[in-house]
């Protein structure tokens, strides 16, 4: 099969959600219609429950889950889908933004008796950024939910995306009768089932039909007919090159947990969603049917046995073929890199493979030679974009508890620090060190894994700091100078880059009045 072909095959996305909208359950039913799995309750839950919050083997065994869970791979009508898992919980926030930089579309669920949530939002300002395409599934519909204007007015102001309802429900709760599909124009009656694959649907390309009120009865006939002239008269025409330029988001009403209006979806997805696309570097965009091979690692997973060191490395393919047993240009290292064990993802088993491409992410096996972000080619230097690190929000010093395991503190801090747990900032001045996170579980998860995985006990102290802010500044002269003055708030993160650690908003507006010429970045990237 030639390169264009695969590339035209993939789709590679993400499923976002606020914590308990569906995400999970929605996974478990896509994977039904691609037939990776043959039972309902096959998919774990990958969500960190506040109440085993600080039970440690349920972190680690969340861990396991979600390795397993990473990306979950599935062909459907001929198309190879990679779904990328998301953590749920807020406080793995980073790891979710870095998830969104390797996929090309996500779908977001949203529970229709809560709207949109905090976490939902957080999770759109993302997309935003990287105008990702968006497809909205608004959840639970079995439920007495919201009144779907109103909800679609909400996606509107809250998410900041125009909305085009690509599917209608006919009534609510117990009174839920089905979705007219708008694109379609079909109708699929609700029957609540959690392992009814193929829906029977019915085509009305007029709804004036009078079989429609004999199905659904008068009044939700009447109403659904309303909706549909209001619906057509309000929203424009679906676009989808708006939908592909990250403008306006489709909307499809339905109910995971009973497989309803999933299918809808999921046909429309493959028809709408972007193939593998174009990515950013340092040098100039990289298109995916480039004949040389290129990728980024955006995640890192450590082996949860302490006697094996080796991590698995998340790699998403970005242009060309990607071979094992070839060297490939790893550009931050010193030498070229080879891997003899790499993954796919199929469901829910790993299987080794000889070749990936565009879309694709695999997994290699790696002993400590690759980081977050790094970029390995077939021989050009050029690095992947648009993986920053953001400001962490909260601080603490990292004091170690025993001495005489120093060594192997500072190998565990450096290798979590790498697979992206926390960020790790070292003062200038008496080289203390600080870990970031932008939640609190982090600080629990990096202790334990010390004592678990390097036998280093170390304690967390509270740091009065604001933000961590990467400096810089065109005349060297002036950065120098500004560094000498402020040396006692002058630290270096894990890729030996300045950061200035503000104490307070207002101390910082200070400095930043005082020091014009400085600039100041709250991601790694600027
Ligand atoms: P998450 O991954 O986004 O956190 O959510 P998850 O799929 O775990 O779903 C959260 C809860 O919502 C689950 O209930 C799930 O069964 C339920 N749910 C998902 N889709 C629907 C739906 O369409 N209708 C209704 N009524 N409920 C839905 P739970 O009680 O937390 O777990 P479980 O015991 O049912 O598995």
């Not at 990776?36 to 309750?41: F, V």
């Not at 976490?119 to 009144?147: A, W, Y």
């Not at 230097?381 to 603490?396: A, D, Q, Y």
């Amino acid at each position: 099969m030639s390169l264009t072909t695969e590339i035209n095959k993939r789709r590679t996305f993400a499923i976002i959600a606020h914590p308990d909208a569906g995400k999970t359950t929605l996974t478990e039913k896509l994977l039904l219609f691609g037939g990776a799995i043959q039972t309902a309750g096959a998919v774990k839950s990958n969500k960190i429950d506040t109440a085993t919050k600080s039970d440690w083997m349920e972190i680690e065994k969340q861990r396991g889950i979600s390795v397993a869970t990473s990306v979950m791979g599935f062909e459907y009508k001929d198309i190879k889908i990679n779904l990328l898992d998301t953590p749920g919980h807020q406080d793995f926030a980073e790891d979710t933004y870095r998830t969104l930089t390797a996929v090309d579309s996500v779908i977001m669920v949203i529970d229709c008796v809560k709207g949109v949530e905090i976490q939902t939002e957080k999770l759109m300002e993302v997309c935003r950024m990287r105008s990702t395409p968006v497809i909205c599934f608004i959840n639970k519909l079995d439920r007495e939910g919201r009144d779907p204007y109103d909800l679609l007015d909400e996606v509107e102001s809250k998410l900041g995306i125009k909305v085009r309802p690509l599917s209608w429900p006919i009534g609510m709760g117990k009174g839920f009768k089905g979705v007219y599909n708008l694109y379609e124009k079909k109708l699929n009656l609700f029957t609540p089932s959690q392992r009814k694959l193929s829906d029977d649907r019915q085509v009305f390309e007029n709804l004036d039909d009078p079989q429609l009120d004999a199905l659904i009865g008068p009044g939700n006939a009447n109403q659904l007919r309303e909706d549909v002239d209001l619906i057509e008269g309000v929203y424009p025409d679906f676009d989808v090159n708006d939908y592909l330029e990250g403008k306006i988001a489709p909307v499809f009403f339905g109910s995971a947990v009973n497989n309803f209006g999933v299918n809808e979806m999921l046909d429309t997805f493959i028809q709408i969603a972007p193939i593998p696309q174009s990515r950013e570097t340092d040098l100039r965009k990289v298109a995916p049917d480039e004949s040389k091979f290129s990728g980024f690692v955006f995640k890192i997973h450590a082996n949860m046995d302490p006697n094996h060191r080796n991590r698995i490395a998340f790699l998403r393919i970005c242009s060309g073929k990607f071979e094992r047993n070839k060297p490939y240009n790893h550009v931050r290292g010193p030498k070229p890199l080879r891997f003899s064990n790499v993954t796919q993802f199929m469901a829910q088993d790993k299987e080794i493979i000889d070749e990936a491409f565009p879309g694709d992410i695999v997994g290699l096996y790696d002993t400590g030679n690759l980081k977050i972000g790094d970029t390995l080619t077939e021989g050009e230097n050029l690095v992947f974009t648009g993986i920053p690190s953001f400001s962490p929000e909260i601080f603490r010093e990292v004091v170690n508890k025993d001495a005489m395991k120093t060594k192997q503190l500072e190998k565990g801090l450096k290798q979590l620090m790498e697979e992206g747990v926390a960020q790790l900032f070292t003062f200038e001045m008496g080289a203390r060190k600080v870990v970031g996170t932008v939640g609190q579980l982090q600080f629990e998860v990096i202790q334990f894994r010390l004592k678990n995985e390097y036998n280093a006990t170390v304690e967390f102290h509270p740091m009065n700091l604001y933000k961590a802010c990467w400096i810089s500044c065109a005349d060297k002269k002036q950065l120098d100078e500004f560094v000498r003055s402020k040396n006692r708030y002058i630290a270096r993160d894990k890729d030996d880059k300045l950061v200035f650690m503000a104490e307070s908003k207002s101390w910082l507006q200070m400095v930043q009045d005082n020091y014009p010429e400085i600039e100041f970045h709250f991601t790694s990237e600027f």
